[in-house]
């Protein structure tokens, strides 16, 4: 069993900065990628950014050239760097990963990134 445990979100102001965590932990771990989906208030989760374990990376239009993923596969970690942020993006964030069967899919417990006025 893998777990997921996330860091890192908190308040931020318009055109704020935060960097979100993820570490996975467990027996025999294999990932073929890390990443993170986000779930705002009233609306589906969306898929933010991934990275494989090659190094491939996916970034969501919605925060390209804002946000980015960076991980270490031998650690097992992945960071998320969050920057020029916007109400918009007041979500939970959610770490995810896939296990290097492609059979499993693991989840972490969510963050909370909230906007203060």
């Not at 294999?30 to 009233?42: E, S």
């Not at 609306?43 to 950014?49: C, F, G, I, P």
């Not at 993923?69 to 942020?85: E, F, R, W």
């Not at 499993?104 to 969510?110: C, F």
Request: charged share 15%.
């Amino acid at each position: 069993q893998v777990q997921l445990v996330e860091s890192g979100g908190g308040l931020v102001q318009t055109g704020g900065s935060l960097r979100l965590s993820c570490a996975a932990s467990g027996d025999a771990i294999c990932l073929a990628a890390m990443g993170w989906y986000r779930q705002a208030p009233g609306k589906e989760r969306e898929l933010v950014a991934f990275m494989t374990n090659y190094g491939s990376t996916y970034h969501a239009d919605s925060v390209k050239g804002r946000f980015t993923i960076s991980g270490d596969n031998a650690k097992n970690t992945v960071v998320l760097q969050m920057n020029s942020l916007k109400p918009e993006d007041t979500a939970v964030y959610y770490c995810t990963a896939r296990s290097c069967t492609m059979e499993y899919e693991y989840w972490g417990q969510g963050t909370q990134v909230t906007f203060s006025s």
